[in-house]
Structures are given as C-alpha cells and as structure tokens.
C-alpha cells in the first residue's frame, strides 16, 4: 500500500497531463515540478533527493518530474532559463521555487514547508469525530473512519491508537493486536501505541476476571488473600471502576510490595499507561505508589 501510494506521489509528467497532473492536482495537495534532462549533471543529484523528501511527507506533498527536451511547452510558458529548476505549485498556482541543486539538507526544508501548506487536510478534525464515535459507542463507524485517515497518513499514532482501540470495544482483541504489531516502527513506541498495547493487556486479563461480588466477599473474609485482592482488581478494572482497582493494587503494595514478583506495582503501572497521560486516576495513583516506594 505504502508503494503504491509513493507511486502515485511521484511521477513522469507531460506538456499533455500538465494541466490535469499540476494545475488541477494541486488544489487538493501541493505540487512540486522539477525541471531536468538527461544530460544535466546536477540534474542527477538533486531529483533523488527531491525524491527522497516527497516520500517523507506521505502522500502530504506530489512530485511531477519533466524531462524539458521531450517536454518544452510548460518550461517555456514558465521561463525555465536553466535546470534544475523546481516550482511548486498550490490552488492551481505557482507559490515557490528555487534554480540549480541544493544539498539534501535545504531540499527537504524546501518540501516540508511545500508540504504544510496544505496543513493536515482535516485529518485532526476526522480524529477528532472518530474518537468521539468511540465514545458514543459507534465502533463500527469509528473503526472505518480511522482506517480513512490511515489510508491518508499511514503513520498517524492517534488513527493506529483508534482503530486499534475500536478492536477492543468490538471484543476483538486478536484483530487488536495484529493492527497494533503491524504499526510502522517510526510510531510503534509512541504514547498512543503504548497505551492501547497495555489496554490490550488489561482486556485480556479481563476475560478471565471473576464475578465482583465474590471476590469482594473473599477478600473480605480474607483481608491477607492478595491474590483474590488481586483478582478483585482485575474483575473491578474490567467492570469500568479504574479507580476501585487502582485503589486494591494500591493497598496489595502496602502490604506486601515483593508479593508475587512485585505484581501489584507492575499492573499499576500497566494501568497508568493504559490511561492518557493527564488522567487524574493517572496522576494521583502514580503520586500515592511513589510515597509507598520511598516511605
């Protein structure tokens, strides 16, 4: 899919397509024509780096490469004295340029701010709206939406966190998991990834978990018995009470923080990274599990 989309943002153009390949072109995305013959010597140092940059922005920025001996008309039209010459080309105009090979470096800042000229095109906006059908309990619809805007930007963290997030709600965690493992490495670490990566985790815990009511009374009868504690965590956390669960760990670690290999930190932490960031169950359980640590 990434190649055929690099295919379609990189071409050999024409005098004939011009007008279809540019002009009308970039009024959806902007265009970079670069200006070159076979028998330019810097010619063969600049387009692979042209090149190189185009395939950075993902699909954000096009590449229209026009050979100006078979292709006279448009260099002429636009006064191309000598190549290399790059235009690029936004809402059907000419809005920069540039004559002769730059070094890599000054190529790629050249593309980027080509690139933003189009800003994101709406995509945080379609997030936005997805990540609002999740909340309102439209997965299907949110899960279709999301793989819409990955088809535009394929390494969008948010829309990969999403989709995979969508997978979770519909109880489909293999599908879940598959989404998430064939994340680009660019993103794989990123916050959103990690998150959805521990809700996975906790999801499969989940259906495992035991009834509440047991295991309340268990732990009642038994205040000692962590591992019902524990299992009392789990079952509270898959039921949507996060801050009962985060409170049970809470009080295994006060008790017995080594019990288990340390599993009642380990799955706070899991949780905490499940949440976003800024969650305030997230902020106040890792403030209260550091005063146990360095009580």
């Known amino acids: 899919m990434a190649q055929a989309a690099q295919a379609r943002d990189i071409i050999d153009g024409t005098d004939a397509g011009f007008m279809t390949e540019v002009i009308e ?5 902007p265009v970079i024509v670069d200006f070159w013959a076979t028998w330019c010597g810097p010619c063969k140092t ?3 780096a042209i090149e190189a940059a185009v395939k950075k922005q993902n699909g954000k920025v096009r590449l229209v490469k026009i050979d100006v001996d078979k292709n006279p008309a448009f260099a002429g039209q636009l006064r191309v004295q000598s190549i290399p ?4 080309f936004w809402q059907g105009q000419p809005v920069d340029g540039f004559q002769g090979a730059l070094p890599p470096s000054q190529v ?3 593309v980027a701010k080509v690139a933003d000229l189009a800003g994101d095109g709406g995509l945080d906006e379609a997030i936005a709206a997805a990540e609002q059908m999740l909340d309102e309990g439209a997965v299907v619809d949110a899960a279709q939406t999301f793989a819409a805007i990955l088809q535009e930007d394929g390494e969008n963290p948010r829309a990969y966190a999403g989709l995979v997030r969508a997978m979770i709600l519909a109880n489909d965690l293999d599908q879940a998991e598959a989404i998430l493992n064939g994340a680009p490495a660019s993103i794989a670490t990123k916050p959103e990834l990690e998150a959805v990566r521990a809700q996975i985790g906790l999801a499969r815990q989940a259906a495992k978990a035991g009834p509440v009511a047991d295991l309340q009374a268990r732990v009642e009868a038994n205040p000692s018995d962590h591992q019902a504690r524990f299992d009392l965590a789990t079952a509270l956390h898959a039921s949507g009470q996060v801050q009962e669960a985060v409170d049970q760990l809470l009080e295994i670690f006060r008790r017995d923080r080594e019990w288990n290999d340390g599993a009642a930190k380990t799955q706070l932490f899991t949780i905490f990274d499940a949440l976003p960031a800024k969650d305030p169950i997230a902020l106040a359980g890792r403030r209260k599990l550091s005063s146990l640590i360095f009580a």
């Open 25 to 29: 072109a970039s009024r959806e995305v």
């Open 46 to 48: 600049l387009g692979p």
């Open 85 to 88: 010459t790059v235009y690029a």
């Open 108 to 110: 790629d800042q050249f």
